[in-house]
């Protein structure tokens, strides 16, 4: 069985950086396709970011140019690093295999 436990949220004022992880588990990661997603209080969830087993990587347009998707395949370890975060940031953030499996989320809270 999947598992995915998320970590690297936090507070964190208005410019500044977080890495996200996601570590999975039970499952030979390497072929699947990855996602983060968010949602903040109040909103729907939102995808952000895909990265394919081959290493392509998608964005939303919010975070172009501000956050990178990557993937570690030998340690099946997702990450999501954020820079220049800003307060609309701010929601609970979630990793995704191939939208059936999901973690249990780690909380942005972007604010001075």
């Known amino acids: 069985q999947v598992q995915l436990v998320e970590s690297g949220g936090g507070l964190v004022h208005p410019g500044g950086s977080l890495r996200l992880s996601c570590a999975a588990s039970?499952?030979?990661?390497?072929?699947?396709?990855m996602r983060w997603y968010r949602q903040a209080p109040g909103k729907q969830r939102e995808w952000v970011a895909t990265?394919?087993?081959?290493?392509?990587?998608r964005y939303t347009d919010s975070v172009k140019g501000r956050f990178t998707i990557s993937r570690d395949n030998a340690k099946k370890m997702l990450y999501l690093q954020m820079n220049s975060l800003k307060p609309e940031d701010t929601a609970v953030y979630y990793c995704?295999?191939?939208?059936?499996?999901w973690g249990q989320g780690t909380q942005v809270t972007v604010s001075s």
């Open positions: 995704s295999q191939e939208n059936d499996y």
């Open positions: 039970g499952s030979i990661f390497s072929i699947y396709v």
């Open positions: 990265i394919t087993s081959g290493g392509s990587t």
